[in-house]
């Protein structure tokens, strides 16, 4: 069945530095696709989404590419800062199946000063 | 910003007692959904909801789980005799149609019940 995974957790870095959190998908069909993003106590917010292959959405900093050919949606950002702690989750969507979100495991994101 | 309000934010309940959990969608949002988070796990799907019926419901959502609008503004989500499994945050989303009763826009979230089940 259609399924997201996402990278293992936690992942700690220091400010400014690079995040790369790896998202690859398992669909039937042509979803779109989305980053969610949960701060301590708060709901699940959108950060971006992408609808269609080639597609590149950004938010913040934050970017992801719609790779049709790897199945994947890898969300990066250029330099980290503190805010930038939660846990982030991958997430797919078919329209035409009542709008069901598919979402990964979560990927918690802790970053040190 | 328009936003989705879930209360309330903590429900303590005896094992076996009926639950309603509430939520308020966004004004123009006409497709409604019911999420659960199990402590530790993904965030899973229970159920859509539109033009006054469940568009979708996944295997979760069984004969003890229903959902309802009882008036223009409200979204309900009631369990029948809780189990200690039901112990989890329920998020509630809204999101915009696009057409024919589809809808492929992005979901808002509320900031979720957690549900404890004594």
């Known amino acids: 069945g259609d399924s997201v995974t996402q990278m293992e957790g936690p992942v700690t870095l220091s400010e400014e530095a690079f995040l790369t959190i790896n998202c690859t998908y398992t669909?039937?069909?042509?979803?779109?696709l989305f980053w969610y993003v949960q701060y301590p106590g708060e709901g699940l917010q959108l950060l971006l989404k992408a609808t269609k292959a080639d597609d590149k959405g950004s938010n913040k900093g934050f970017e992801a590419t719609y790779r049709k050919e790897t199945t994947s949606f890898h969300l990066e950002k250029g330099s980290v800062q503190v805010s930038d702690s939660a846990v982030y989750f991958c997430?797919?969507?078919?329209?035409?199946?009542?709008?069901?979100?598919?979402f990964g495991q979560g990927t918690e994101l802790s970053v040190k000063p | 910003e328009p936003e989705v309000t879930q209360t309330p934010s903590h429900q303590v309940t005896q094992m076996g007692q009926e639950v309603i959990l509430r939520c308020v969608p966004i004004s123009n949002h006409l497709y409604f959904y019911w999420y659960r988070q199990i402590l530790g796990q993904k965030v899973e799907f229970l159920v859509s909801f539109y033009n006054n019926e469940i568009s979708e419901k996944s295997e979760i959502f069984d004969d003890q789980f229903s959902v309802e609008r009882p008036d223009g503004s409200n979204f309900t989500l009631k369990i029948r005799s809780t189990k200690l499994e039901d112990s989890a945050m329920y998020f509630c989303?809204?999101?915009?149609?696009?057409?024919?009763?589809?809808?492929?826009?992005?979901?808002?979230f509320g900031d979720g019940t957690r549900l404890s089940i004594l």
């Open positions: 669909a039937t069909g042509y979803p779109s």
């Open positions: 997430a797919l969507l078919f329209y035409n199946q009542g709008g069901k979100l598919i």
């Open positions: 989303a809204s999101s915009q149609v696009v057409s024919r009763g589809y809808s492929n826009q992005p979901q808002h």
